[in-house]
């Protein structure tokens, strides 16, 4: 059975950092593209990054660009959201979500290619 959980959510102050987790189970991490979405209040849902399978490349939307970074630990099968110089915009319910191909692909922002998700969690960026 394939399950995703999230974990490293809190509140922290602008300018911090924090590092979300996804632990995988049910399935080999390495096989499958890993992405990270976030949901405001209010907001659709909004592609944040994505790790391919095979290769490990990297995609990033233009929003966390150059902030955020993306990884994954193979032999722990988890995938690692390292965000750093956090803005209060950046206050989100995070999920990580398993894509049905190996790699991200162009249209990687896209939900509707993810299977299965994680049950969020939450970010606060405040002062």
């Known amino acids: 059975q394939v399950q995703l959980v999230e974990s490293g959510g809190g509140l922290v102050q602008p300018g911090g950092s924090l590092r979300l987790s996804c632990a995988a189970s049910g399935f080999t991490l390495d096989t499958y593209a890993i992405a990270w979405f976030r949901q405001a209040p209010g907001k659709e849902r909004e592609g944040v990054s994505c790790?391919?399978?095979?290769?490990?490349?990297?995609y990033y939307s233009d929003s966390v660009k150059g902030r955020f970074t993306i990884s994954r630990d193979n032999a722990k099968n988890t995938a690692y959201l390292q965000m750093n110089i956090l803005k209060p915009e950046d206050t989100a319910l995070y999920y990580c979500?398993?894509?049905?191909?190996?790699?991200?692909?162009?249209?990687?922002?896209?939900?509707?290619?993810?299977?299965?998700w994680g049950q969020g969690t939450q970010v606060t960026v405040s002062s």
């Open positions: 979500a398993r894509d049905f191909r190996s790699s991200c692909g162009s249209r990687w922002w896209d939900e509707l290619q993810y299977l299965y």
């Open positions: 790790i391919s399978g095979k290769n490990g490349a990297t």
